[in-house]
């Protein structure tokens, strides 16, 4: 027999809530930070004065193209060419900036500043809520902390120079992909439909990672998209 005075639930966490997300989001900033930190000690180690790693994730704020322009400068190209380089691994930004254009909100300062905050990561996890407006609160919370955790490792690692080590001995390289895929699971769980251009994308990219510059594969990997249109042409 069940007893009337039953035991209150927890009322669920308001839409616009902001703790859970700082909460979902710390792991990803973690990593940001090691990650950040790696990219400032390498670049300094190399021979790069202090402020051009500050500077570049102030102003570029992108992981994989940071590194590889870096990489060209360090290997003797010139600002052109490892200018070049971050453009073209920073093209797959266009299709996210896409999909989070509806979470930015009216206004030119609100879109430009958004637009610099969009990554791999801010996007899967924005679209990973369960409605539009948290889907904009979460955009803007992991978007602004990701940012403000990139730059700080980038200043601790960049003035930290060579005594860290070498960065690259501890698989730092390992930790975003695997954060990214944490992201994404959830999203292939719930839409079918996502699985096989999900699924071209990760094989396109395997293949081309023996051979294709570091950030290539990424771009590669868009392709799949291709098989996601067709598909929603079909229906």
Known sequence: MRSPHRTPRP????????????????????ASGVIGVSFGAISVAGGLPVWVPVVMSLTVYAGSAQFS????????????????????????????????????????????LGAHLVTDETVAFALAQPDPA???????????????????????????GTALGDPAAYGLDAAFPAVLAALVLPALRKDVRLRRPAALGTLLALAATPFAPAGVPVLLALAGLLLYGRTEAAR
Not at 11 to 30: F, I
Not at 89 to 111: H, K, M
């Open 11 to 30: 009322a669920p966490a308001p839409t616009g809530s902001v703790g859970p997300l700082v909460r979902d989001s710390s792991l990803v900033w973690v």
């Open 69 to 112: 322009a870096v990489g060209v400068l360090l290997a003797g190209g010139g600002p052109l060419a490892a200018a070049a380089t971050g453009l073209l691994l920073n093209t797959r930004t266009a299709a996210f900036s896409l999909a989070v254009a509806g979470l930015l909100g009216p206004g030119r300062a609100a879109r430009l």
């Open 134 to 160: 948290r889907r904009r609160t979460a955009f803007w919370v992991f978007g602004l902390g990701l940012f403000a955790v990139w730059n700080a490792g980038v200043v601790t690692g960049a003035l930290a």
